[in-house]
């Protein structure tokens, strides 16, 4: 048996898999277990594998494999793997979110590994095993091209269109109709009084489709994401990350092909040797090919420890 999870900022995907059973996909809204933000609250792992207990019942030795939204240091891996160790009856691993994605798209050579969802992050590992990173900082710092921060970007572009003192065009419309408010002025002090995640994740399609009826300003917004993301791939690369397949994935990235292509034209104009690849499963299967190489490991390491212990004579 073997248990693969998937933490995002918005929910969280948990896959156990065992042969002769059917897969067991638990999906809930991240919000339902996690308390503060992940490390912010000791119980946030006893209630985590709650979710999944009653699956693998009194086993032990379940491996479980972990890649988390906000997991984002060596130190922050390890501080989750030590809280999940104290209530997970086996072997854990934990990574960031995104290093599960070469393993769902099968393979185990590095990659780049672009999410782009409730927030954005790329990372890639260097030749000695490393990871470097770029972005991950939050929405309200950066995220570019995740669902909050192009609705933040969107504001600022509709709010800068006013003090040039431009007509107002339809994502300007829009915003303010979405946000009932009467003009720009009120819509930024709307954004100022609400920062809750959701609230502004939520307008994300609706710059999506004032860009397709032909929104410069929502279309700015959409290629200056795009652009973004792929300085970020750029900064990975000159820190030693190693890979040529970029491999994307997240909500907004899967759902909004606007952005997918502006990226792969900004990837292809400054590193044509690069391929981008979108991942079009759950990147939770990712999580369950970690945990298949956690078995692999603890029985080579089982292995080894019974031939060191055998008797000699």
């Not at 609706?206 to 410069?216: H, M, N, Y």
């Not at 994401?225 to 300085?231: D, Q």
Request: aromatic residues 4%; hydrophobic residues 45%.
């Amino acid at each position: 048996m073997l248990v693969g999870i998937d933490i995002g900022g918005t929910k969280t995907h948990i896959l156990v898999a065992a042969p002769g059973i059917e897969d067991v996909h638990i999906v809930v809204p991240t919000a339902e277990w996690q308390r503060s933000y992940l490390l912010g609250d000791s119980a946030n792992a006893e209630r985590l594998v709650a979710l999944y207990a009653r699956h693998i019942g009194a086993r032990s030795g379940v491996p479980l494999a972990v890649g988390a939204h906000g997991c984002d240091t060596a130190a922050q891996c390890e501080a989750f793997r030590a809280q999940l160790e104290l209530v997970h009856p086996g072997p854990v691993e934990v990574v960031n979110d995104a290093e599960l994605l070469g393993p769902a798209a099968g393979t185990q050579d590095p990659v780049l590994a672009v999410i782009v969802g409730t927030g954005s992050i790329v990372v890639g590992t260097t030749a000695d095993g490393g990871k470097v990173t770029a972005g991950g900082h939050g929405w309200l710092l950066g995220d570019p091209g995740s669902a909050p921060g192009l609705a933040r970007e969107a504001v600022r572009a509709v709010l800068q269109a006013r003090d040039e003192g431009m007509e107002r065009e339809i994502l300007a419309e829009r915003l303010l109709a979405h946000c009932q408010a009467a003009d720009e002025t009120e819509l930024s002090y709307f954004f100022a009084s609400d920062l809750r995640i959701t609230l502004w994740g939520s307008m994300a399609p609706l710059i999506f489709e004032c860009a397709k009826e032909g929104s410069p300003l929502a279309m700015a917004v959409v290629n200056a994401a795009a652009v973004a993301l792929a300085a970020d791939v750029a900064r990975v690369r000159r820190r030693g990350a190693q890979g040529n397949t970029v491999v994307m994935a997240g909500g907004v990235a899967v759902n909004q092909p606007l952005l997918l292509q502006a990226f792969e034209r900004h990837v292809a104009a400054d590193h044509p040797e690069l391929n981008v690849e979108l991942l079009t499963i759950p990147p939770v299967w990712g999580a369950l090919e970690r945990a298949k190489h956690l078995t692999e490991t603890s029985t080579i390491r089982m292995k080894e420890s019974n031939e060191h212990h055998q008797p000699i004579g």
